[in-house]
């Protein structure tokens, strides 16, 4: 028997429509998905906050894909250089997406949606009634069950091993927000060398854009001083094609096991693609601590987030 799970309606499956276009499926309709239970789940590819859902959207694809289950990715950008279908399509390979993807770079499908969230899931029942959502991480117990429900199917949960950027936050050790460095949303810049929590500086020859902070010429800075497990930067080159080599100091000195996937034990790395970069992944006591990225060439820095 499956798993009794009240699932009121909540409206219909609106139209993909807007997609500009569609990566792992020719495009989809909710006319043709009639029959299907469908999730449908919106992310960027830059959102370490969907990253850490993705093990489980993953798994669920794969579990229930020849039960009736069809999972939507609808990517709508955050930032201007994820409207680039290129950029997307890279990141779909990288991070082993392969359910249909729906490209919205104009937010056609959000606004058919009334979405606001990364990530954000939507269930669908086999007749396109919409009977359940969920905003954000965790809950997934609850999103399998009500999954479940509308296939008429049981069974064990899926179970996961999440791995690099898809490991769940370490909550009780986090306080350190996502934080913008654009001068649209930017906010705590402090004076370099003398930070408080969740203050961060730059040194050099740095702008402000409105959405980014850009090392324009030279060697510079840019300094965070942060509390949690993992320390994430979304950055890239000023010019596409360009490898910009950087290292990362924690409290002035190499990383060395805190280091994060993007770096290695000395703190060095390269940036050559505009995406999420892994820097710092604490293995022991997390406290406060002064995280130092040194570039040696343009840069754009635009958040960084935590976990």
């Known amino acids: 028997m499956a798993t009794e ?164 936050a370490d909550w009780a050790n986090l306080d350190s927000p996502e934080t913008y460095l654009g001068s649209e949303q930017g906010v705590n810049r402090g004076p370099p060398g003398d930070l408080s929590l969740n203050q961060w500086s730059l040194e050099g020859d740095w702008s402000e854009e409105p959405r980014a902070a850009v090392l324009e010429s030279g060697e510079g800075r840019l300094s965070f001083r942060f509390h949690a497990r993992d320390a994430h930067l979304v950055m890239g080159p000023r010019e596409r094609g360009v490898e910009v080599p950087f290292r990362v100091l924690v409290d002035g000195e190499a990383p060395g096991d805190a280091h994060g996937g993007d770096v290695d034990a000395d703190g060095r790395g390269t940036v050559s693609e505009q995406r999420l970069h892994q820097l710092i992944r604490q293995p022991g006591p997390i406290e406060d601590r002064t995280l130092e990225l040194d570039f040696l060439a343009p840069v754009e820095a635009y958040c960084f987030t935590f976990g």
């Not at 229930?64 to 250089?81: A, I, K, M, R, S």
């Open 5 to 168: 799970v009240d699932l009121p309606v909540e409206g219909r499956l609106a139209s993909f429509d807007g997609a500009a276009g569609w990566l792992n499926s020719p495009p989809l309709a909710p006319e043709e998905l009639r029959g299907k239970v469908v999730l449908v789940d919106f992310w960027t590819y830059t959102c370490i906050n969907w990253l850490r859902t993705l093990a489980w959207v993953r798994a669920w694809s794969d579990r229930y894909g020849d039960q009736g289950l069809v999972v939507v990715g609808v990517h709508t950008p955050e930032f201007p250089f994820e409207r680039d279908a290129d950029n997307v399509t890279r990141a779909v390979a990288d991070m082993d997406v392969r359910y249909p993807v729906a490209l919205d770079p104009d937010y056609a499908v959000w606004d058919a949606f009334a979405n606001r969230y990364w990530p954000a899931a939507y269930i669908a029942d086999a007749e396109g009634q919409i009977r359940h959502h969920h905003f954000g991480e965790g809950a997934y117990d609850e999103q399998e069950h009500a999954i479940q429900s509308l296939l008429g199917v049981d069974g064990e949960l899926v179970s996961v091993e999440p791995a690099g950027f898809e490991v769940q």
